[in-house]
């Protein structure tokens, strides 16, 4: 086996593939293949030699950790009653899933600031991402200025890649760097990622990253919280005013629509759901067709039933409590944002829990994963070097 470095050097650059080459890969099956090469095959390998990481893991966040594995289980269980085209998939699906979520702390390895110095790079890696995708649409394919923005790769959707824009301008903005130069390269970014947000047109994405900055000071006690708070909200009030046309143009999209079919179909079968994977339309009074009901917890409880979407609940009440608790480092205040558009992104367009790695893990397991590492964000300083040790051996 490679030697602990080796390891560290292999996952770290595993999450730098997961979070940048959603926009740089040249095609979503390269992505699908790197994530198994540089995220699952790894961790089925380390696994026995990081058990002490996981177990730590394990007793810092055992409600969290007794969810998941109830969510899964009873993912799992819904199989037997599905209509899912592929039943294999569907279940090696759950198993990515749970991988995926041990990938975390293994990467950690007790060292939060670890994940912390990863997301700031690949905050500025897709900041780079929106730049590029902001001249390939309006410059090189010279769409109108009023045309809804694109993103490169799997950013292509307007919506979904505007999701993942936003919540990484969420984490860039609260993991600011040191040094005077890198702090003007850091501003620029977010001004980039924050105009690609807003060109998207995406207004789901932008009531969530306007919300978010609004809130930042509940949790995050500081001057500058209460500046970027005022900044973020004169600035909507001004886009709004100017914008407004543009921004009503759409209606409602048949949110509201939407929503109350959803539940109609959920009162059909409120106990299993349709079962994990399984096709569904919901169609609204007009007739209109939608393949997803355009919102995580609907659309957890069609497929999963009222159980399933409980559990998921309970799963993303544990992720706001752990960050919460947390809130006075880095990687805590981090997650409190993250949490806090997550959720409101997660109301208006996410179609999938359980699908392969794409867009929607940005606002669902990625942050689940990422809360994982904030048990060495609070852990006493002798349990994190004995955890260190304990996997170096």
């Known amino acids: 086996m490679h030697s602990n470095r080796w390891c560290q050097a292999l996952l770290s650059f595993g999450f730098l593939w997961f979070v940048l080459a959603i926009a740089f890969a040249p095609a979503n099956k390269i992505y699908q293949q790197g994530l198994v090469a540089l995220v699952w095959l790894p961790i089925l390998v380390l696994a026995w030699p990081a058990r002490a990481l996981i177990g730590e893991y394990w007793r810092g966040q055992r409600v969290m950790c007794v969810l998941l594995l109830l969510l899964l289980a009873w993912a799992t269980i819904s199989l037997s009653w599905s209509q899912a085209e592929d039943l294999s998939r569907e279940f090696k699906r759950t198993l990515y899933i749970a991988v995926f979520i041990l990938f975390f702390p293994v990467l950690a390895a007790g060292h939060p600031e670890r994940v912390t110095r990863l997301l700031q790079w690949s905050g500025a890696g897709m900041a780079l991402a929106a730049l590029v995708s902001l001249i390939k649409f309006f410059v090189l394919e010279h769409h109108a200025w009023l045309a809804r923005a694109q993103g490169i790769g799997e950013l292509s ?104 079919a959803a539940t109609h179909m959920i009162s059909l079968h409120p106990w299993g759901g349709l079962g994990l994977g399984s096709a569904y339309n919901v169609i609204v009074s007009d007739g209109f067709k939608f393949d997803h009901s355009h919102n995580l917890f609907t659309h957890v409880a069609i497929e999963l039933g009222l159980p399933g979407m409980l559990l998921w609940a309970g799963v993303w009440l544990t992720v706001l409590w752990e960050s919460w ?27 999938s829990l359980t699908g392969s790695p794409r867009a929607e893990w940005f606002i669902s397991w990625f942050p689940i994963g990422l809360a994982s590492v904030l048990v060495w964000a609070r852990a006493p300083g002798d349990a994190v070097v004995k955890s260190r040790v304990q996997f170096n051996q």
Do not use: K, N
């Open 157 to 260: 959707h307007p919506i979904l890649g505007a999701y993942v824009i936003g919540v990484v301008a969420v984490w860039t903005l609260l993991l600011p760097p040191r040094g005077r130069l890198m702090q003007v390269l850091w501003a620029l970014g977010l001004l980039i990622s924050a105009a690609f947000v807003v060109m998207s047109q995406s207004r789901g994405a932008v009531l969530a990253l306007v919300l978010t900055m609004v809130l930042l000071p509940v949790w995050w006690r500081d001057r500058r919280a209460l500046m970027i708070s005022a900044g973020f909200l004169i600035a909507a009030l001004a886009g709004f005013w100017l914008l407004e046309a543009l921004m009503l143009a759409r209606g409602s999209s048949y949110r509201p629509e939407i929503f109350a």
């Open 325 to 351: 608790r947390t809130r006075d480092t880095d990687l805590g205040r981090c997650m409190m944002g993250i949490w806090i558009f997550s959720t409101f992104a997660m109301q208006f367009d996410a179609a």
